[in-house]
């Protein structure tokens, strides 16, 4: 392995690629976030030979497949699209070797990849965070739920060790209290695009280096039911951080009296760092899951702290300002939040029924 910042050599680089001439690539990627990159791509003019992706899946209150967004996004910009539920079968490597290309281009395609795929092309990691920092499949939302205040993009050479190879660009990003998934995403996605860009011109001219990561490491693995309920029992920052890390495809999981429901938008107050209480709220800060409603704002209790409920939306229907859904359920709502346990009911205790989906609507997510 080469030395921090040292040039690549011929260990790094296929034979394939021939340098002083543009590399032609291929491009894997499935979910929301690699849909992004793959246009931010075509936009700065680097264009792949191929999109891999993975098949469609059922989404959505009807379980109709759909193709997912990567693909969608390969077919409106014209771009031959391969779906495979194996991106290490020998047949994708032969698809993208049929188009020309010498380097593969990943941005959460969902699988790991192995030899001989590895071994076969230039393989280039898009990832959402400043490596070694948030490993794993779910770097975007780990980092909003932890409350980091920094992170951004790493393009990396794809190794067998997971997330671990060397890293040829990093760009950083602050995040700010308003920033949720969809948002920080959305910009991470960019940095992303411009990162690769820059990556394959300096393979192409000879000019890329690779620098080992170096640092504390860290796992952002998967998000599991659990992590999407909401947990008052935290200080209030905690649980804005919880909410908008959910925000805006898979959402807060909570309920109150006959109602269960999610919460996508919140602002935390009477923490260090924060706003004061508002007077409507104070009654209920530091009194985790207690409520507070005072004309068209829903207040909750927080171990430390309070939240605001600012977009909800109860189950079956559509999100809604916490105006709005006062107006439609406040007096069913009673004085707390209650637990909801994984199978989409209340625990013991509580009646109503459940808001169904989260599970599935997290795996969509993180695929």
Same mark, same amino acid.
């Given at each position: ?170 760009? *950083?990003?602050?995040?700010? !209290? +308003?920033?949720?998934? @969809?948002? %920080? #995403?959305?910009? =991470? ?5 411009? /990162? ?124 809604? *300002?916490?105006?709005?859904? !006062? +107006?439609?359920?406040? @007096?069913? %709502? #009673?004085?707390? =939040? ?5 199978? /989409? ?23």
């Amino acid at each position: 392995m080469p030395s921090a910042a040292e040039p690549a050599d011929d260990g790094f680089i296929p034979d394939r690629v021939v340098r002083g001439v543009n590399v032609d690539f291929a491009f894997a990627g499935t979910p929301e976030f690699a849909s992004w990159v793959l246009a931010d791509l075509v936009s700065l003019g680097k264009r792949p030979t191929l999109v891999v992706s993975q098949p469609g899946r059922p989404f959505g209150r009807g379980r109709r497949p759909a193709d997912p967004p990567a693909a969608v996004t390969a077919g409106l910009l014209g771009i031959p699209c391969l779906q495979t539920e194996d991106i290490n079968d020998p047949l994708v490597a032969g698809r993208i070797r049929a188009g020309g290309a010498s380097a593969l281009a990943v941005a959460a395609f969902g699988q790991i990849l192995k030899r001989p795929l590895l071994d076969s092309f230039l393989c280039l990691n898009v990832h959402a965070s400043l490596l070694p920092a948030y490993r794993g499949p779910a770097p975007i939302e780990r980092a909003l739920a932890a409350g980091e205040t920094r992170t951004g993009a790493t393009i990396m050479r794809i190794t067998e060790a997971l997330d671990e190879g060397p890293w040829a660009s990093q760009t *950083s990003v602050s995040v700010g !209290l +308003r920033e949720d998934a @969809g948002s %920080l #995403g959305r910009t =991470l996605a960019v940095l992303g695009a411009v /990162g690769l860009a820059h990556v394959l011109d300096g393979v192409s001219d000879g000019t890329v280096t690779w620098t080992e990561q170096e640092g504390p490491a860290s796992y952002a693995g998967r998000l599991a039911a659990r992590d999407c309920f909401l947990d008052t029992a935290r200080g209030a920052r905690a649980v804005h951080d919880q909410v908008r890390s959910l925000s805006p495809t898979i959402g807060a999981r909570t309920a109150a009296g006959a109602i269960e429901f999610k919460v996508w938008r919140t602002w935390p107050y009477g923490q260090a760092g924060v706003d004061p209480a508002p007077l409507e709220g104070a009654a209920v800060s530091g009194s985790p899951g207690r409520l507070a409603v005072v004309g068209e704002r829903l207040f909750a209790g927080c171990r430390e702290g309070v939240v605001e409920m600012l977009v909800v939306q109860p189950a079956g229907k559509n999100r809604m *300002s916490a105006a709005a859904f !006062l +107006r439609g359920y406040g @007096g069913r %709502l #009673g004085d707390r =939040l209650e637990p909801v346990c994984e199978g /989409g009911r209340k625990a013991p205790g509580g009646g109503g029924r459940g808001a169904g989906g989260l599970r599935d609507s997290a795996k969509e997510t993180l695929r």
